[in-house]
């Protein structure tokens, strides 16, 4: 009995100590370039919809951290393992956190977004940003030349011109 008992711990053993190996074999062979952490993250982030560190600060007004997030989905975007789909929703969101954020180059997409629509509230709402840009912008005059733009956009949703 005791042979017979020590014969299965040994095996018991070495199988344990095998699966070991093999384990630390499949982990050390992990692939890491960029391609696989972009997928990663977008894969993490989107259908998992875990929420990250960055995100998490993100979302509390950093705007370091959003820019970040905003540059990681412009990789995703080319990236041919990702879906265009979910790369451009993504970019939305976080786009429009960014420029809430304080992000000049966010407010502008927003901008440039909100006004495309064909929705009367978002090109009002798209004046909010245009305004926000201006006051932000090292050279305000630039953004003066969309004001005919705006005005000819809100005179067809039957809304206020700009002065």
Not at 2 to 31: D, M, N, S
Not at 66 to 71: A, M, P, R
Request: charged residues 20%.
């Amino acid at each position: 009995m005791k042979i017979l008992f020590g014969r299965l711990a040994l095996i018991a053993f070495g199988a344990l100590t095998g699966w070991t190996i093999a384990f630390l074999l499949i982990v050390q062979q992990a692939p890491n370039n960029k391609t696989t952490a972009e997928h990663s993250y977008l894969k993490k982030n989107i259908i998992h919809n875990n929420i990250s560190i960055d995100e998490q600060m993100a979302l509390r007004g950093d705007m370091a951290r959003s820019t970040k997030i905003v540059e990681r989905l412009i990789l995703c975007q080319r990236s041919s393992r990702n879906s265009a789909e979910d790369c451009i929703r993504e970019m939305d969101y976080w786009s429009h956190i960014d420029g809430e954020n304080g992000s000049a180059a966010g407010a502008s997409a927003l901008y440039q977004s909100l006004l495309g629509s064909n929705d009367c509230r978002d090109i009002n709402r798209s004046i909010f940003w245009w305004k926000n840009i201006i006051k932000t912008s090292s050279q305000p005059n630039i953004w003066n030349g969309e004001i005919d733009k705006i005005n000819n956009l809100l005179k067809k949703c039957g809304s206020i011109p700009l002065d």
